[in-house]
């Protein structure tokens, strides 16, 4: 591991502990879902929801599994091995599931992840991995997008990256304004993806986006 990731590392471990530290008890948990379901309007007690509360509790553990995952972790391993690739390597259609921040309501789209390999690459499995490490989290679709990128140029250190993200967010299409079939666009270009317009072209034409 190179200094840098390191660093990296020891941060993703200091905010696991404090998500660890800072987390009440199961118990207290259902108990709020049981407090949600009377504000609802139901009889909370009744037979058919007498194991939503528990259920609740373990979908959370699912959505919100991305706290306690280390994208370095993810990432580290790296394969030398190339023949001197070094053209874009790019993962269509990532399609994850997370929630806004603002209204806790699905957030549901794929996501495109492309890079530069300088010298290392990573089982494309991963690049999969790292963006369900960050959609399984609260989420703003702007700062999810930021994140994976960045978290892949910290660790690979490569040529550049660019992530794309369309995504619906249900918090705009079953509540609220309700526009169903509406969905957001959001990219983050790195390296030679933001500085060269031949590389930019290369992946919005390969995504579809051009
Ligand atoms: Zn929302």
């Not at 905010?15 to 709020?32: C, G, L, M, Q």
């Not at 009377?38 to 259920?55: F, Q, V, W």
């Not at 079939?181 to 034409?205: C, H, I, N, Q, Y």
């Amino acid at each position: 591991m190179t200094p840098a990731m390191l660093n990296l590392s020891k941060k993703h471990q200091q905010e696991r502990d404090r998500v660890i530290n800072r987390r009440p008890s199961k118990e207290h948990a259902e108990e709020a879902v049981r407090t949600l379901l009377a504000y609802s309007g139901d009889d909370s007690e009744r037979e058919g929801l007498k194991d939503t509360p528990s259920r609740v509790i373990r979908s959370f553990d699912e959505f919100y599994s991305g706290y306690l995952k280390d994208p370095v972790e993810i990432l580290e391993r790296t394969f030398e091995e190339t023949n001197g690739y070094d053209e874009m390597v790019l993962l269509k259609n990532i399609m994850f599931v997370s929630h806004c921040e603002h209204h806790m309501a699905p957030i549901i789209g794929k996501a495109h992840v492309a890079y530069l390999p300088r010298g290392r690459v990573v089982g494309i499995s991963k690049l999969a991995r790292v963006v369900e490490v960050y959609a399984r989290r609260l989420q703003i679709q702007e700062k999810m997008t930021a994140q994976i990128a960045n978290a892949i140029n910290g660790v690979l250190e490569p040529g550049g990256v660019a992530v794309i993200i369309e995504a619906e967010h249900h918090c705009m299409t079953t509540r609220g304004v309700n526009k169903p079939g509406v969905s957001m666009t959001t990219s983050k270009m790195l390296g030679a993806f933001r500085d060269d317009p031949r590389t930019r072209s290369e992946f919005l034409a390969n995504v579809g986006m051009s």
